[in-house]
Nanobody
Framework: QVQLVESGGGTVQAGGSLRLSCGVS????????MGWFRQAPEKEREFVTA????????RYADSVKGRFTISRDNAKNTVYLQMNSLNTVDTAVYYC??????????????????WGQGTQVTVSS
C-alpha cells in the first residue's frame, strides 16, 4: 500500500516562505512522477507543479513560476515544494500526488494514482 504524508504547512505572512515535504512509503518512489496540487475553500483542486522520476523535468503552473520550486530526493523517498514570495492567494490545502508513469508530467488530478492527506498553508496579509 502506497502512502504519502505531507508536512511543513502552517501560517506565514505575505512575502514569506515555506517548504513542504512529502514522504512516500510502500511503493517504488524512484519510478513515480510526483506532483503538488492545492485546493482553496470553495474552489476546485488545481495543479501547482510536477517533477519527473529522476528530477530532470519539471512543470509549473503560471501562477507559481519563479516563486515555487519542486525537487526530490530519491534516496529519502521525499519530494519537496519550496514556496517563496507567498501571497494570500496561495492559501490552500496542499496535496502531493504520485503517478506511476514517472516520465510524463501531468497537470490533471485524475492522472495521479496516489494522494496524500494534505497540509494547510495559510498566508496572512
Amino acid at each position: 500500500q502506497v502512502q504519502l504524508v505531507e508536512s511543513g504547512g502552517g501560517t506565514v505572512q505575505a512575502g514569506g516562505s515555506l517548504r513542504l515535504s512529502c514522504g512516500v512509503s510502500g511503493g517504488t518512489f524512484t519510478t513515480y512522477a510526483m506532483g503538488w496540487f492545492r485546493q482553496a475553500p470553495e474552489k476546485e483542486r488545481e495543479f501547482v507543479t510536477a517533477i519527473s522520476w529522476g528530477g530532470a523535468a519539471t512543470r509549473y503552473a503560471d501562477s507559481v513560476k519563479g516563486r515555487f520550486t519542486i525537487s526530490r530526493d530519491n534516496a529519502k523517498n521525499t519530494v519537496y515544494l519550496q514556496m517563496n514570495s507567498l501571497n494570500t492567494v496561495d492559501t490552500a490545502v496542499y496535496y502531493c500526488a504520485a503517478a506511476q508513469n514517472g516520465a510524463i508530467l501531468r497537470e490533471t488530478a485524475d492522472r495521479y494514482d496516489y494522494w496524500g492527506q494534505g497540509t494547510q498553508v495559510t498566508v496572512s496579509s
